[in-house]
């Protein structure tokens, strides 16, 4: 019942409310049609108005696309970086990939080298 009866007496404040509130244009900027202006003032006033909402525009693209264009630059130095610190690694590994096999072959021939040693020092 109570929320009824509020109900009841909000709907005409809030109608009172909405039918006193001034609306008041607002200058949204953007491109005018500056052709339905019947005076050279006005129609040159309207130009101007939309070379400067252009020019606004084109700055702040222009800011945008530095911006843009400044971090891919930075992530670019950064894949460098890790480019080449991956290219270290692998040069590393490659390295001691290399050394492995040859101690692996030293180790191979040892055995072999000791043999053909052992059986030429052995008495026949």
């Given amino acids: 019942m ?20 001034q609306v008041r244009a607002q200058d949204v900027p953007g491109i005018e049609i500056c052709t339905v202006e019947k005076t050279w003032e006005r129609r040159t006033s309207c130009l101007q108005s939309n070379v400067d909402f252009l020019q606004k525009t084109i700055a702040k693209l222009n800011l945008d696309h530095q911006q843009k264009f400044e971090a891919a630059n930075r992530q670019i130095e950064a894949l460098k970086a890790t480019v080449a ?10 390295t001691a990939q290399t050394k492995l096999v040859d101690d692996v072959k030293k180790k191979q021939d040892a055995p072999a080298a000791a043999k053909d040693a052992a059986t030429k020092d052995a008495p026949k």
């Fill in 2 to 21: 109570l929320g009824r009866t509020a109900g009841i007496c909000f709907a005409p404040l809030l109608l009172m409310t909405l039918s006193t509130a």
């Fill in 85 to 94: 610190s991956l290219q270290k690694t692998v040069g590393d590994l490659q």
